[in-house]
């Protein structure tokens, strides 16, 4: 897999919802009023596209993840935001519902493809593609004394994962390191692995979610890891 960056200047809002009631068959709350308040994200000049994905595991503390992505501009470099957003974006997901959202920047790209060309896309690729999200919070004297992002393969599980054969299997396409870039969050780091295949595989996946888990602590790192199937892709 290349190791690399992206020429490409974005910036990611990521969303992990607690509280967030799935529903069950057309009784959706929360996905149907997120699709309404998604109508605000579309109209922004700068967005590019999103994707919701729901946990797999029912009882999961984070049963929602959202990855909005929007194009800052090589030459501006900045974000705009409209802060008479935030009230319909609260009105669209419930006010019940506690979102730990942050904007973020892509730090390292691993991938099957060669991202010097072009870079990855961000919606999934097929119908069976989901993900295994690592968010790590990392202490600030910790991120004082070193250069944490040297040993970013260790505590996102990268080296781990590339240890196990199902990930040929599961069709891992890429690993994308981001660091939070705003200065509120409650995770200074999210790991998203990409894989195509995963989708209709869900309990090989449990297998290589457990190897993640089980990772022996980095000093200083504390992660929570789980498993996302995209519900509901949104673009302009």
Same mark, same amino acid.
């Given at each position: 897999m290349d190791n690399c960056k992206t020429k490409v200047k974005l910036f990611i809002a990521m969303g992990f919802y607690e509280k967030a009631k799935p529903g069950s068959n057309d009784l959706k709350p929360f996905e149907n009023g997120f699709k309404r308040a998604t109508r605000a994200l579309k109209n922004h000049?700068?967005?590019? $596209?999103?994707?919701?994905?729901?946990?797999? #595991?029912?009882? /999961?503390?984070?049963?929602?993840?959202?990855? =909005?992505?929007?194009?800052?501009?090589?030459?501006?470099?900045?974000?705009?935001?409209? $802060?008479?957003?935030?009230?319909?974006?609260? #009105?669209?997901? /419930?006010?019940?519902?506690?979102?730990?959202? =942050?904007?973020?920047?892509?730090?390292?790209?691993?991938?099957?493809?060669?991202?010097?060309?072009?870079?990855?896309?961000?919606t999934p690729l097929t119908d069976t593609t989901a993900y295994i999200v690592v968010c790590s919070h990392v202490e600030e004297s910790i991120m004082d004394r070193c250069d944490i992002e040297k040993s970013w393969k260790i505590w996102s599980g990268l080296e781990c994962v590339r240890r196990q054969r199902i990930c040929g299997e599961l069709g891992l396409r890429s690993v994308i390191l981001h660091r939070r870039i705003t200065t509120n969050g409650k995770f200074k780091y999210v790991s998203r692995y990409e894989f195509t295949k995963l989708g209709d595989k869900i309990q090989r996946g449990f297998e290589l979610l457990r190897h993640i888990r089980e990772l022996r602590p980095v000093k200083g790192v504390s992660s929570y890891a789980a498993l996302y199937k995209p519900t509901y892709i949104y673009n302009t």
């Open positions: 000049r700068q967005f590019i $596209s999103g994707i919701l994905s729901k946990n797999v #595991e029912e009882d /999961g503390k984070y049963a929602y993840f959202n990855y =909005a992505v929007f194009d800052t501009y090589e030459q501006q470099g900045t974000f705009l935001h409209d $802060s008479c957003w935030t009230d319909v974006v609260l #009105e669209g997901q /419930g006010r019940e519902v506690i979102n730990h959202q =942050a904007g973020y920047a892509e730090k390292r790209v691993v991938a099957h493809v060669n991202c010097h060309i072009k870079p990855l896309p961000k």
